[in-house]
Every structure is written in C-alpha cells, then in structure tokens.
T-cell receptor
Framework: AQKVTQAQTEISVVEKEDVTLDCVYE???????LFWYKQPPSGELVFLIR??????QNEISGRYSWNFQKSTSSFNFTITASQVVDSAVYFC??????????????FGTGTKLQVIP | NAGVTQTPKFQVLKTGQSMTLQCAQD?????MSWYRQDPGMGLRLIHY???????DQGEVPNGYNVSRSTTEDFPLRLLSAAPSQTSVYFC???????????????FGQGTRLTVV
C-alpha cells in the first residue's frame, strides 16, 4: 500500500525566510512518481513538479527546489526567500507506475504555509 | 484550451436529494478521476476511469456513481445526499505518456458541496 506523510500541518514564516516542507512516502513499487501541488486560497490545485523514482537529481525552479532522497523515502520542498504569494496548502503525492491502466495517486494531508509580511 | 471544467462551483443540497456534478476536459486525456477533499485528510479517490465505457472504484466510492460515455465527460452522481458527503470535490484528468512516464493530473476548479 502506498502512503504519503506530511507531518507538518501548518507552518508560519516571515516573508523572505526560507522554508522546507517535508514529505515522506511509502511504497513497495520500485518505479513510481512523486508530485507536489499547490492549493492557494482560491482553491484550485496547481501542479508544481513531477519526479521519477529513478531520477534522484535535485531540481531547482526559481525560488523553489526539491530534494529527493530514496534512501530516506523523502521528497522535500524548499521555498527560498518566501513571499506572501507562497501562502497556500501544499500537497505531496505519490503515483504508482504501471504501463497502461490507471495509476493510482495517493495524496498527503497537506501542509498549510502562511507567509507573514 | 479550457482544461478541466467542473460545474457547479457551489451547491447546497438537502439530505436525500440527488444531483450530478459535471466534469469535462478538452485535452483528449484517457484517464479521469474524482476526488473529495476533507479537512486534515488530503484528497481521496472516489472513482476513476481509464477510458470511455470503463470505470472503477477508488478509495471512498460509497454513495457515488459515475459513468464515462465519452472521452470528454465524467459526471459524478450522488444518489441520496448525506451530510457526510459535505466536501470539496475535484475532477482530474491525465494521460500515459508511454515509456514509463506518468503525467501529472490536471485538476478542475473544484465543487464545494454542502449537504444540510
């Protein structure tokens, strides 16, 4: 069974601080996909990143960076120099990888980030 | 492209009423799914479809029906609404890119349903 744990329920930081959102996952699959989604106060879900299990390179996109470590089953998300617009709920998700058919996606419970001006 | 379109955005139902949440996508995606989002529980899969005419149950299917008569549409039916079905509902679509590459799900804007 797949499981995604986001232990941080809520985080508050002051603008311009760096913040890391933790994500720990469990799966028996050797090939899988990890995702991060952002849900701003307006409610929609915005895709941020997808990572394949066989690609452990860290990724940086502007102020966002992701640290994928298979040895600890973690896929952490860091926002550098946070801004008020980063205030949102962030979801980590895990997807199995089967050729054809539906790939079940398991979501974590989310981390609510509040960036205080 | 409109992406994934859900209607309505808000709905209030009385216990026992039935209704259909609409979902349409214009990206020709094979896979479509319905999730519900409840506080502290993340998103949980209700039903999903791998193509027209094919549907299956997810994690929390009880009280919901789906059908997939076309690639574009995937409506979710509540047969007899209950207060426990008060939630935010998201429809999503995705596709298999091949060569072991799954894609991200594209989500609709959500439907906030209240059952009183």
């Amino acid at each position: 069974a797949q499981k995604v744990t986001q232990a941080q329920t809520e985080i508050s930081v002051v603008e311009k601080e760096d913040v890391t959102l933790d994500c720990v996952y469990e799966t028996r699959d050797t090939t899988y996909y990890l995702f991060w989604y952002k849900q701003p106060p307006s409610g929609e879900l915005v895709f941020l990143i997808r990572r394949n299990s066989f690609d452990e390179q860290n990724e940086i996109s502007g102020r966002y960076s992701w640290n994928f470590q298979k040895s600890t089953s973690s896929f952490n998300f860091t926002i550098t120099a946070s801004q008020v617009v980063d205030s949102a709920v962030y979801f980590c998700a895990l997807s199995e990888a089967r050729r054809g058919g539906y790939q079940k996606v398991t979501f974590g419970t989310g981390t609510k980030l509040q960036v205080i001006p | 492209n409109a992406g994934v379109t859900q209607t309505p955005k808000f709905q209030v139902l009385k216990t026992g009423q039935s209704m259909t949440l609409q979902c349409a996508q214009d990206m020709n995606h094979e896979y479509m799914s319905w999730y519900r989002q409840d506080p502290g529980m993340g998103l949980r899969l209700i039903h999903y479809s791998v193509g027209a005419g094919i549907t299956d149950q997810g994690e929390v299917p009880n009280g919901y029906n789906v059908s997939r008569s076309t690639t574009e549409d995937f409506p979710l039916r509540l047969l007899s609404a209950a207060p426990s079905q008060t939630s935010v509902y998201f429809c999503a679509s995705s596709y298999w890119r091949g060569a072991n590459l799954n894609t991200e799900a594209f989500f609709g804007q959500g439907t906030r349903l209240t059952v009183v």
